[in-house]
C-alpha cells in the first residue's frame, strides 16, 4: 500500500459516494488506474464494504453512547449466549470482545436521552449473563463525516 492507496481510502471514508472520475482526479490517476486500485483494496480485503451514516428522524444529532459490559462469568457459554444477543438488536451498532476492565464494549446511537433509558431497559439491562453496565455519552464525534448536498 502506498501513498496514493492511502489517500484513496482517505477520500472514501470522507465520501464513499464520489465517483471514480473525481476521485481519481483528486488523487492524480487516470480513471481506469483508479479503478483498479479501488479494485484491488477490495479484492485484498482492505475495503470491506461502502455503507452509510443515518441521522434521527427529527434532524437532530443522535448521541453515541459507548457502554462497557461485564459479564457475571468468563465461560465460552455465556460469551456465545451474549454475542447472540447482542446480534438480535440493531440498536447495537458496534460491540467488541475486550481485553482490562470490561468484557465488552458496544456503541449504541440514541436520538435522545429518553431513547437511550428505554434501550438501557429493553435492551441491555436483558442481555444474558450481564453483571454490570457502565455508559458514557459522547459530546460529538470529531471523524464524523461531513454533509454532502
Sequence with gaps: MDQIDRKILRLLRQNARISNVELAEAVGLS???????????????????????????????SIAVIINITLERQTEEVFDRFEAAVRRHP?????????????????????SAADFERIHKEVLSRLPGVLRIHSSFSIRNVMAPRKTR
Design 31 to 61: 480513471a481506469s488506474a483508479c479503478l483498479r486500485r479501488v479494485r484491488l483494496l477490495e479484492e485484498q480485503g482492505i475495503i470491506l464494504g461502502y455503507t452509510i451514516v443515518t441521522g434521527t428522524v427529527t434532524g437532530e444529532p
Design 91 to 111: 440498536e447495537i451498532q458496534e460491540c467488541y470482545l475486550m481485553t482490562g476492565g470490561a468484557d465488552y464494549l458496544l456503541r449504541v446511537q440514541a436520538e
